[in-house]
T-cell receptor, first 112, second 114 residues
Framework: KAGVTQTPRYLIKTRGQQVTLSCSPISGHRSVSWYQQTPGQGLQFLFEYFSETQRNKGNFPGRFSGRQFSNSRSEMNVSTLELGDSALYLC???????????FGPGTRLTVT | AQSVTQLDSQVPVFEEAPVELRCNYSSSVSVYLFWYVQYPNQGLQLLLKYLSGSTLVKGINGFEAEFNKSQTSFHLRKPSVHISDTAEYFCAVSQNTGGFKTIFGAGTRLFVKA
C-alpha cells in the first residue's frame, strides 16, 4: 500500500507570493490533516478535512486555506507569503475515527 | 483546552542503557494518546497509541508506554536503546470533537551515544 505523498518536496518562494502544496492520502483514508513544523513553534495543527469538509481548524490567519477533493486528495494554499511561513508542512491521513495518523515526508517551504 | 508537555527537550543516553521520555497532558475530556518518532528529513512515524483498555501499550522497535490517568501522563520507555533510536520523539493528544484536532508536544530529542 502506497504511503502518504506530498508534492513538491522542496519549494522556494519570495515574500508576497502564494503557494499551493499537495497531499495524496493513503488509499481508503478520508481524513487529511495539515501541520506546520518549525524549530521555534514545533508542530502546529492547521486544519483537518474529511469528505471534502473542513472539520477542524487551528489558530492560523486566513492566509492559510485548504481544500479536499472527492478522491480525498488535499491541497493547502498560503497567500501573501511572509518570512515566518518558512517551515516544513506535513500532511497526515487516517481512516475516520481510528485516530492513527500516517504522515507524509513533508514539503519544506523557504520564503526569501 | 487540551495541552501536551514533554518535560525534556533533549535526552542523551548511552547505547544499551534504558530510557524514559516523559509526557504529561491536560484535557477536560477523554483523550487518545500517541507517541511518534521523526528521523531527520522525514515525516512522523507512529510508535504506539493508547485508545482504551490496558494502560501498558507496546509499540514498534521495542518501545512501550504507560497511560496513567491520575497523573495525566503517558511516558515512553525502552529497556535498551540503540544508536539507530537517535531521533525526535513527539507525544500527541487527540480528542473526539467530531473530527481530528491533534495537539503535539514540543518534542524530545533522543541522542544515543556509543
Amino acid at each position: 500500500k502506497a504511503g502518504v505523498t506530498q508534492t513538491p518536496r522542496y519549494l522556494i518562494k519570495t515574500r508576497g507570493q502564494q503557494v499551493t502544496l499537495s497531499c495524496s492520502p493513503i488509499s481508503g483514508h478520508r481524513s487529511v490533516s495539515w501541520y506546520q513544523q518549525t524549530p521555534g513553534q514545533g508542530l502546529q495543527f492547521l486544519f483537518e478535512y474529511f469528505s471534502e469538509t473542513q472539520r477542524n481548524k487551528g489558530n492560523f490567519p486566513g492566509r492559510f486555506s485548504g481544500r479536499q477533493f472527492s478522491n480525498s486528495r488535499s491541497e493547502m494554499n498560503v497567500s501573501t507569503l511572509e518570512l515566518g511561513d518558512s517551515a516544513l508542512y506535513l500532511c497526515a491521513s487516517s481512516l475516520d475515527l481510528s485516530y492513527e495518523q500516517y504522515f507524509g515526508p513533508g514539503t519544506r517551504l523557504t520564503v526569501t | 483546552a487540551q495541552s501536551v508537555t514533554q518535560l525534556d527537550s533533549q535526552v542523551p543516553v548511552f547505547e544499551e542503557a534504558p530510557v524514559e521520555l516523559r509526557c504529561n497532558y491536560s484535557s477536560s475530556v477523554s483523550v487518545y494518546l500517541f507517541w511518534y518518532v521523526q528521523y531527520p528529513n522525514q515525516g512522523l512515524q507512529l510508535l504506539l497509541k493508547y485508545l482504551s483498555g490496558s494502560t501498558l501499550v507496546k509499540g514498534i522497535n521495542g518501545f512501550e508506554a504507560e497511560f496513567n490517568k491520575s497523573q495525566t501522563s503517558f511516558h515512553l520507555r525502552k529497556p535498551s536503546v540503540h544508536i539507530s533510536d537517535t531521533a525526535e520523539y513527539f507525544c500527541a493528544v487527540s480528542q473526539n470533537t467530531g473530527g481530528f484536532k491533534t495537539i503535539f508536544g514540543a518534542g524530545t530529542r533522543l541522542f544515543v551515544k556509543a
